[in-house]
C-alpha cells in the first residue's frame, strides 16, 4: 500500500508541475483522468468528477503497483536487480496505458508531442516503476526475514 501512495504522490507531482507549467489547473488534470470513464464530459464537470479522477489515478497505480509485487514473488530477479527491472517496467507501464489502454478509454487516443512523451517515460520509469520495484524488494526482504 505504501508503494501505491507514493507512486500516486510522485506521479501526480509531476503531472501538476509538468502541466501548471503550461497552464493546465490541476483540477483539469483530475477532469482528464476522470475522462477514461466519462469521455469528454469529464472536463465539464466540477469536484465530483475530479474525485472520481483522484479514485481512478489512485486504482490504476494500484493495480500498477501490485503487478509488480505479484511478479517479483514468482520471479527474483525483479528485486535482485530491482533498479533496472522497474526502469524497465516503467516503460513497459508507460507503453501498455498508452498504446493499449488510454485508445480503448472513453478518452480516447492520446497524442505524443516530444515533451510529453519524455516526461510521460521518465516519469513511469522513475516514480512508477522504479518505487514499485524497490518497494517490492522491501517486502521481499520482510518477507525473508
Known sequence: MYGTLVVVAIDLMDAIVFFGLRGVRPIRIFHSIAAGLLG??????????ALLGAFLHFFIALAIVSVFYLASTRVRALTRHAVISGLLYGVVAYTLMNLVVLPLSAAGRPTFPLPVLVNGLLIHMF???LPSALFARAASAERSS
Do not use: E, K, N, P
Not at 40 to 49: D, H, I, N
Open 40 to 49: 469528454r464530459s469529464a472536463f465539464q464537470g466540477g469536484l465530483a468528477t
Open 127 to 129: 516514480g512508477v516503476g
